[in-house]
């Protein structure tokens, strides 16, 4: 089975080990943070819970969930009552430092030959292997309306790359590793976009083809100062988004720690 992170992220996870005052009962653990990928590999390796404060005073570190270490119960996300699915164990189970893993949610995507293509708003992976199957790409709300939105297949998608993209820590301006972003192959610029305005009024004429072509000569006559005008607003929301998730990750120790909730929130100009 195939899962979309935008599916998951911010959802309730509960523990399937009972309490002792009442065995059929489960304990709400937190709420999905961010899904976490291989630092060379493009695969997901887990997903981090964002637990509640203690006394809602007191900070609890999050808690990483290896991409097997749960499973779906009544549309709710349920901790497997194994070893190896959680934390230390499950990071030993993967082989991984979790400190070398990446968020991929809001880093920017970038061909071999240097085009920014958008940024990772979604990724799909295979539910028992946790390989990549696509990435979707977004390039802001305004522009995603009217141009769609980029799907690259896995096969286009090589994987996160230090050295190009955004800055990913506070570090001085030499400093290469700092930057990161999704390496794809020159080929995903031909890759498909759907969801704009042009393609639904391209869809909705296409009782008679002539008919849909010249409506969607019209529609793109109309749409374009349009379009000029959001692909700014876009690249100037990007620039916030990015700026906004670097300086959150340069207060963490890890890559990952807020990394989406920053990115979506310079995306929507807060």
Request: include cysteine; hydrophobic fraction near 40%; charged fraction near 30%.
């Amino acid at each position: 089975m195939d899962i979309n992170t935008k599916d998951l992220v911010t959802k309730k996870v509960w523990t399937e080990r009972p309490r002792k005052d009442d065995p059929d009962a489960t304990k709400k653990v937190g709420r999905i943070r961010s899904f976490v990928f291989h630092p060379r590999e493009p695969r997901c390796v887990g997903f981090m819970v964002k637990r509640p404060d203690v006394a809602l005073m007191f900070h609890r570190k999050d808690l990483f969930v290896a991409f097997n270490g749960f499973h779906m119960q009544g549309g709710d996300i349920v901790l497997n009552d194994d070893a190896g699915s959680k934390d230390r164990s499950a990071c030993k189970a993967l082989s991984i430092n979790l400190d070398e893993c990446v968020v991929w949610v809001g880093l920017p995507a970038i061909t071999e030959d240097g085009t920014l293509l958008g940024y990772v708003d979604s990724v799909t992976f295979h539910g028992e292997t946790g390989r990549v199957v696509q990435v979707e790409l977004s390039q802001g709300a305004t522009a995603n309306t009217l141009l769609g939105r980029r799907v690259i297949p896995v096969e286009d998608v090589c994987g996160f790359k230090r050295g190009m993209g955004t800055q990913l820590y506070v570090a001085d301006d030499d400093d290469e590793q700092a930057l990161g972003a999704i390496l794809v192959r020159d080929q995903a610029k031909a890759a498909e976009v759907a969801g704009g305005v042009a393609e639904k009024a391209g869809t909705a004429t296409a009782v008679a083809a002539d008919k849909a072509k010249r409506t969607y000569k019209k529609v793109r006559k109309v749409a374009k100062p349009k379009v000029e005008e959001a692909s700014k607003a876009a690249g100037e929301a990007v620039e916030k988004g990015a700026y906004a998730t670097g300086r959150q990750i340069g207060r963490t120790k890890g890559m990952f720690k807020g990394f989406a909730d920053e990115f979506k929130k310079g995306m929507n100009g807060e």
